[in-house]
């Protein structure tokens, strides 16, 4: 169970700390001032010396010259802002990205703009909100484009391409980093705020390819990067760095050179008085410690962490530390205690509103639980989980709104663009088509031909064009629905189809003679064994060879998705209830059945499925909404699991009033088992 903070994909302290404090300022001016002097020799000091750096910035801040620039005001904000988040100033940091956008408000200054949604987008992507952030980000990047400061541009090209890669479109994300790479080396100076940004360039690659599962080409990165950074005396770099370097190192399954690079990190957050850069790396090192049943190490490290996270007032760090020492006492034996500080963790995310990591720790409780055998608990804590989860889906969909709003009104401009353009092709076309009539009138039958056969190759190239335009337009819609991995659709893809398959529902009654839609959701058992016994590598070829035996058993109209990690989700469409059985009992044995046989390798695996007809038989549809569907269809997977795994559990049917209907859909699944209101099947899988 790797319960660390510090992951590519959750609420990150030190990621954002990492990219902010890499917000270098680009000159103002040919001849700048004393003031823009001082303020660009304390940026300086302050990513080797913060501690003395920040004091002298805060008192410029407060008491700026008279004949102070705008443009000085403003850089000194941009400098001081990520030095703040980087000592755990968070209020004080968002007080001065505010005073910021006024600036910008106030001075019609575009690299204001642009920063203080640089900066907006990479809070809400390190706090989960990934429509946010893409919203903010598609704004800053045309700003940026505007100008005229490549390093500005730069900048925010990576924060874009971070989240690119998150919302899944990996290929464009790495481009546009390595894009931003490619023009700071194309034109090479000795600038420290240019090798500072080719520093972050190398790091954001690096965090990009462990976002996606490939830690050793991003530990290729994160060692270049932080070479660079010892060289230029950026010690504030090389502690964000071979903290990512220690989860490249645990994703890898290495843990001590993992706790090596912890270690590294925490020292230098110490030196400098670092609190959340300590208790981040002090998790981390819990983290490894429990990956090796290391217990007295794991509950030390928590210990210290939390004491740490105490004094410095952060929430997030807390609520993961309490939630650590927890599963360790639990792990340990001791359930009473550990239940306590695990909840108590769990309350301080709550009462922080921390929905991600609220959300990792209720999961985290969940698991402890089952191991414990205490499944009725496991299967509460799961329930508050997926609410939990299904709250910052509905979140996330809202958002989702407005960003096809933000798109639909950018497509809208570039239509308006693309008319005027055919205007004055028709314009010229109409003048060069006068002038060639001329010159046919003049010309003999010998020339005609020889310009029918020039039109006719030039006809040929504008149809090669449009075909390659064609294909590169599939390209970018394959890219963003499909997991690069497996290439199966992925969750982006079903929110899509989710309009369409309810328009369907609207027409379809809900008897037993009338076919029906199944949603199925679908686990590895015990998948982190195999890539703890075999290596993620071998763990990569199981999610893509049993893709693909998934897939074998579906018809062409059915839906295949990976929906995360090890799950996979099957959309059947229209299908009767007595080939149900028979298709999900196909895909049991499509995996059980044969052995994953790689390099001479020999891997068993089995799968444990929940399914939900739908609808569901004596319940309308109208009263169902998709968080609700994919919940209880998450249920029923958890039953199929902690009842013996390799098996399928489906919900068919319901029998009771109104009250007992919202009782159900509330997710009190074992209680209407038990009082015989829900029709459920069981399919097992083949004997092992």
């Not at 994160?222 to 230029?232: G, I, R, V, Y």
């Not at 760090?317 to 034996?333: D, F, Q």
């Not at 191991?371 to 509460?380: A, E, I, V």
Request: charged share 25%.
């Amino acid at each position: 169970m790797k319960l660390c903070i510090c992951r590519p994909n959750q609420a990150i302290p030190i990621l954002l700390f990492a990219s902010l404090v890499n917000m270098n300022v680009a000159p103002a001016n040919a001849n700048p001032s004393n003031f823009h002097s001082q303020i660009e020799n304390l940026q300086k000091l302050g990513e080797s010396q913060p501690n003395q750096a920040l004091p002298q910035l805060n008192d410029l801040n407060q008491h700026p010259p008279a004949a102070a620039l705008e443009t000085d005001l403003r850089d000194l904000l941009l400098v001081l802002i990520p030095l703040n988040f980087y000592q755990g100033n968070k209020s004080q940091a968002n007080l001065l990205i505010e005073a910021l956008e006024k600036h910008g408000d106030r001075s019609d200054d575009p690299v204001s703009r642009a920063m203080v949604l640089n900066y907006k987008a990479k809070l809400a992507r390190d706090e989960g909100r990934l429509s946010e952030a893409l919203i903010d980000i598609e704004k800053a990047l045309p700003i940026a484009q505007s100008i005229n400061d490549r390093l500005i541009h730069i900048q925010i090209k990576n924060t874009a391409g971070e989240i690119y890669s998150l919302v899944g479109e990996f290929k464009k994300g790495l481009e546009l980093i390595s894009g931003a790479l490619a023009e700071l080396d194309s034109r090479r100076d000795n600038a420290w705020q240019s090798e500072s940004i080719r520093i972050d360039s190398l790091f954001a690659i690096g965090r990009l390819y462990l976002a996606h599962k490939q830690a050793q080409v991003a530990l290729d990165y994160f060692l270049k990067a932080e070479n660079l950074a010892a060289q230029s005396g950026s010690l504030l770099k090389v502690a964000a760095i071979a903290n990512y370097r220690g989860i490249a190192y645990a994703d890898l399954d290495q843990w001590n050179q993992a706790k090596t690079a912890y270690l590294e990190s925490l020292n230098i957050g110490k030196q400098f008085g670092l609190l959340r850069i300590q208790s981040a790396n002090l998790n981390d090192l819990a983290d490894a410690a429990l990956n090796q049943s290391n217990y007295a190490e794991c509950e030390k490290f928590a210990l210290e962490s939390i004491r740490v996270g105490e004094a410095d007032h952060e929430n997030d760090v807390l609520a993961v530390a309490y939630n650590t020492i927890g599963i360790c006492h639990m792990s340990m034996g001791q359930l009473v205690k550990g239940e306590a500080e695990a909840k108590k963790g769990i309350e301080i995310a709550r009462a922080s509103n921390v929905l991600p990591i609220l959300e990792a720790t209720l999961g985290d409780l969940s698991e402890a639980y089952e191991k414990s055998g205490q499944y009725r608990k496991s299967l509460s804590a799961l329930r508050e989980k997926d609410q939990v989860a299904a709250k910052m889906f509905q979140h996330e969909r809202e958002l989702s709104i407005t960003e096809m709003k933000l798109h639909y009104e950018n497509d809208l401009k570039q239509q308006e663009i693309n008319r005027l353009e055919h205007q004055n092709n028709l314009q010229r076309a109409e003048i060069a088509n006068r002038n060639l009539q001329k010159i046919i009138a003049l010309l003999t039958v010998v020339l005609s031909m020889f310009v029918s056969g020039v039109s006719y190759f030039l006809y040929k190239k504008v149809r090669s064009s449009n075909r390659k335009l064609l294909h590169a337009n599939r390209d970018l819609l394959f890219q963003s629905t499909r997991d690069p991995l497996t290439g199966l659709l992925n969750r982006r893809a079903f929110q899509s189809e989710i309009k369409s398959i309810s328009q369907e529902f609207l027409k379809r009654s809900n008897d037993v003679t009338t076919p029906h839609d199944v949603l199925i959701l679908l686990d590895i058992d015990h998948f982190k064994t195999i890539n703890d016994t075999y290596g993620h590598k071998a763990g990569d070829f199981v999610l893509v060879e049993l893709s693909q035996r998934l897939q074998r058993n579906l018809r062409e109209k059915d839906r295949l998705m990976r929906w995360g990690g090890e799950e996979f989700l099957i959309y059947l469409h229209q299908i009767s209830i007595d080939s149900i059985a028979l298709i999900v009992e196909r895909e049991l044995n499509a995996i059980g059945s044969a052995p994953f046989i790689e390099n001479d390798v020999t891997i068993h695996a089995t799968v444990s499925m929940g399914f939900v007809l739908l609808p569901i038989i004596g319940i309308e549809e109208k009263v169902f909404n998709w968080e609700k569907i994919l919940h209880l269809t998450d249920l029923a997977l958890y039953m199929a699991k902690t009842s013996g795994r390799n098996q399928a559990i489906g919900i068919e049917s319901f029998k009771g009033t109104k009250e007992h209907v919202a009782q159900f859909i509330d997710g009190d699944l074992q209680g209407a088992i038990d009082h015989g209101r829900v029709s459920v099947r069981r399919i097992n899988g083949p004997l092992q």
